[in-house]
């Protein structure tokens, strides 16, 4: 069955240093790997995507992401975190329907 | 605002009602997307189209919901004899045909059954 995971219920950072949003996924074939956040009574928003190539993606306010084949893993990263940050982040993976992981709620204090 | 849009944005209905959402989506956007995404879980997919086709539905989109997207515009999500399980949101999303385009979601209908 296809899944992705965010083994991390909430993250905290500290404003000003780097921070890291895990990811984990179990999709067959080469995945599409996507990362949303949503801020409370707002819709989703795409953050970035990675399809092929580059390992390395970079997407909107400064956010990027790793994808690793060999640790399945596609991990979200910003270098210096800031307050208006926190929200709820969700990654997701598929090819047309997307399945969802459970949410990382990061939390960035000044 | 050209984003996806979603009617209600609330609505309450008692146990055994039918209730029906309207999903806009983006105008150029042939495909369109539900999920549904209840308290601290991400949102699960329900059924999705291209065009006015319906080409994949979930196991969890059970015959008490129905879909439509009669002239592949706008859609329609239906659910007879509501339960109180039901309750949820109910996201819409939209995008470029083709499983690489990213998906551009609306704000979502919350439902309550009381």
């Known amino acids: 069955a296809q899944s992705v995971a965010q083994p991390e219920d909430q993250v905290n950072v500290a404003e000003g240093n780097p921070l890291t949003v895990k990811c984990t996924y179990s999709v067959s074939g080469n995945p599409y790997l996507f990362w949303y956040v949503q801020y409370p009574n707002r819709g989703l928003q795409f953050l970035l995507k990675y399809i092929t190539g580059d390992n390395l993606v970079k997407g909107s306010y400064g956010f990027e992401a790793e994808f690793n084949k060999s640790q399945t893993s596609f991990h979200l990263k910003k270098p210096s975190a800031l307050v208006s940050d926190s929200a709820l982040y969700f990654c997701?993976?598929?090819?047309?329907?997307?399945?969802f992981g459970a949410g990382t709620r990061l939390a960035v204090h000044p | 605002d050209t984003g996806v849009s979603q009617n209600p944005r609330h609505k309450i209905t008692k146990r055994g009602q039918n209730v029906t959402f309207r999903c806009d989506p983006i105008?150029?956007?042939?495909?369109l997307y539900w999920y549904r995404q209840t308290l601290g879980q991400g949102p699960e997919f329900l059924t999705y189209?291209?065009?006015?086709?319906?080409?994949?539905k979930s196991r969890l989109l059970s015959d008490r919901f129905s879909a439509e997207r009669p002239k592949g515009s706008f859609s329609t999500l239906e659910i007879q004899r509501t339960e109180q399980g039901d309750s949820a949101m109910y996201l819409c999303?939209?995008?470029?045909?083709?499983?690489?385009?990213?998906?551009?979601f609306g704000p979502g209908t919350r439902l309550t059954v009381t």
């Open positions: 997701a993976g598929g090819y047309n329907k997307l399945i």
């Open positions: 999303a939209s995008s470029l045909a083709g499983g690489h385009y990213e998906q551009y």
């Open positions: 105008s150029e956007h042939n495909r």
């Open positions: 189209f291209q065009n006015e086709a319906q080409l994949e």
